[in-house]
Structure formats: C-alpha cells, structure tokens
C-alpha cells in the first residue's frame, strides 16, 4: 500500500474538505498554495509530482492538493480525483497562446465521473499583470456560462499580491456541502 493510497484513507471529520488544484504547468497553482499559507513565495519551483497543505478557512480544515500541470504530468490527474470535494482550476490569464489548451483540459476533468458535481473554483490569476484577460474575457473564452451540472465560479486574482484569493476560498467553503 503506497502513500497516496494511505493519505486517502484518513478519516475526516465533518469540517474538513478534501480540495484538488489543477491547471497547465506555470499558471501558479502552487504559488497561490503558498500565498495562502502566507510562505515566501520568492524561490518556487515548477511542481514534478505534488505538494499537500493543510489550510484553515472559516470553520474548515481544507486539505489541498496541488498536483504539478506539465504535459506528462497530467496523465497522472486521475489517480488524485477519488474523495475530491471541491476543484480549484487555476489559468493564467496573460497566456493566451494556451488559453484554448488550458479550455481543453479543464473541459476534460468536467467530463470525469469521479469529479461528477463538485463545485469548481475557477482562479484567472496573474491580474497583476497588463496582459491579462480579465476573468469575464477568460469566462466568455472558455464558455464557462454553459457549466449546469455544478456550481461555480471565477475569481480574478494574482497569487504574486494576493489579490482576489481570500474571496475565491470564502466562495469556495460557503459552497462546499455541508
């Protein structure tokens, strides 16, 4: 029996959330990871497998998962679906060349049962910087309007200030079954 097979099997108790983090590689999953937990964010590394932390939002322990977005990586999403309450899918808004890629992945893990109904947070981070599409563009882009099987959101904000990220998680736990 491996790690993650052990880690999946811990008891939660009523007030804690089992939350996944995805998004293409460089969008900022585990900055905004950092962010939270108030580390330095100053040296990151891009993720080769994942990080876990224990966040405390309201009334939840929120056990977060950020899974690394390479291409090869991705593959791999899967094996971290099972128990999922909550997805948090992180864009990079001032990358338009993969605006459509990072659509099509997102697409995909809508289609997956085991992520069936679980609300989707939506972070079109990196509003620090000019190019950046604003959530409402990068919403109309990936025609987020026709999501029906879930309640979502999206939530302008950049991991590098902080911005946006406290009212995305509020969103996040007021939205989570209780």
């Not at 937990?37 to 009334?59: A, C, R, W, Y």
């Not at 079109?124 to 990068?138: F, P, R």
Request: overall charge negative; glycine content about 8%; charged content about 25%.
């Amino acid at each position: 029996m491996g790690l993650l097979t052990l880690l999946r099997k811990l008891k939660r108790s009523d007030s804690e959330a089992r939350i996944l983090v995805l998004g293409l590689d460089n969008s900022g999953k585990t900055t905004i990871l950092k962010k939270l937990s108030d580390e330095d964010i100053s040296h990151i590394m891009p993720t080769q497998g994942f990080n876990i932390k224990s966040l405390v939002q309201g009334s939840f322990k929120l056990n977060v998962w950020d899974i690394g977005g390479q291409k090869t990586i991705r593959a791999y999403w899967q094996n971290y679906f099972e128990g999922t309450d909550a997805l948090i899918y992180v864009i990079d808004s001032a990358d338009r060349r993969r605006l459509e890629e990072s659509g099509e992945e997102l697409n995909e893990l809508l289609q997956q049962d085991k992520l069936g109904g679980i609300p989707l947070l939506v972070f079109a981070n990196k509003q620090d910087l000019l190019q950046a599409l604003s959530a409402q563009e990068i919403a109309e882009q990936l025609s987020l309007h026709a999501i029906r099987d879930r309640t979502w959101n999206i939530q302008a904000c950049s991991a590098k200030t902080g911005d946006g990220l406290q009212d995305g998680m509020e969103w996040l736990v007021t939205t989570l079954p209780k």
